[in-house]
């Protein structure tokens, strides 16, 4: 992950030499030849691949966010507030393709006997036809064409340090982000105890995460604001991991592998909420220009964070070492709801500041 940091810089310096819908065409290409990479035992291979893999997954988590909002906001001149409805429908369906996936993964690695590495191949056709569809149907747009690549790199970093809306956005976005992995890395082994279907289990995490983002577009009719919702997120994920660190005890030998299982449910859910939530904030909050170099920025500390959790546990060698990651979640779920109530603050702050100069 510490490379992949190196890789976010690149994608950083390259968004405005070319437009995002080229980078999302680059994407796909890119992808396809990381997947395809998995076919070969060579060591250089393998590295080239992951290389391409890191730079497209800066790319997937900021230029296609970055498209869609200019249009919406921009070209459209759609209601800022109808992001939260695009966003909420986003997450439910990327949980029903993921569950798919899942499946049609499974029938590739039994009919075509190539074992883990099918699902990758098996993606390669659709990245393909995701790269024609948007060749074909997407408009081009971009950020500030203007600045140089080490200009536009120190104006993003820039503007996240001297912007406390935008500084105290992008650190509950790393906390809470960063946690998630960890969790991703972890329910594997952490099950193990139980040996659940892992096909299954992961089914009801993408279930989770669908009613999440249902759950969303509820508490958005009763007016509930997203930056209220965004606290709840980190309410609920400090919970869930509360009850990770008091089921996962080595003297228990599994026998509460049903409530880690259960929590880490919860925890799902807590995601389906968030990422339609933190959609609409970010398009709310962040300059238009500077979009995807101010996303791509965040995504710095939450590698860090993620990898230092995970190499410490390593290093730990304890039995313990489960309990222990899971308390340092908790505690940054708690710093992240900290963070995430200044951030709802400094937002009706600027709003009421916004009138005053309507009025004025």
Known sequence: MTCENVLIIFTICVNYRFGRKRMCIIFCLLYSLCCLSKLSSNFTSLLIGRVLGGISTSVLFSVFESWYIHQHTVRKSYPVSWLSLTFSKATFFNGVLAIVAG????????????GPVAPFVMAVPWLIIAAVFITLTWEENYGEQDLNWIVSCREGLHTIINDRRILSLGMVQSIFESNMY?????????????????????????????????LYSVLLTKNVSSQTILCYCLMVMAASFCVCVLSTSPNDGGDYVFATFSSFVILEISVGLYFPCIGRLKGETI????????????????????????????????????QIVFFYCVCSSILGLWTAKYYARSYKTRVVEDSLLQVA
Do not use: Q, Y
């Open 103 to 114: 499946i049609v993964a499974e029938v590739g690695v039994e009919g075509f006997n190539l």
């Open 182 to 214: 960890i969790f991703v890395f972890l329910w594997t082994p952490v099950l193990e105890a139980g040996k659940p279907p892992l096909g299954i289990t992961f089914s009801c995490f993408m279930v989770a995460i669908m009613i999440g983002s249902s």
């Open 287 to 322: 300059p238009e220009n500077l979009r995807a170099n101010i996303m791509n920025w965040f995504r710095v500390p939450m590698n860090v964070i993620t990898c230092t959790a995970l190499v410490s546990m390593h290093h730990l060698n304890h039995d313990r070492a489960n």
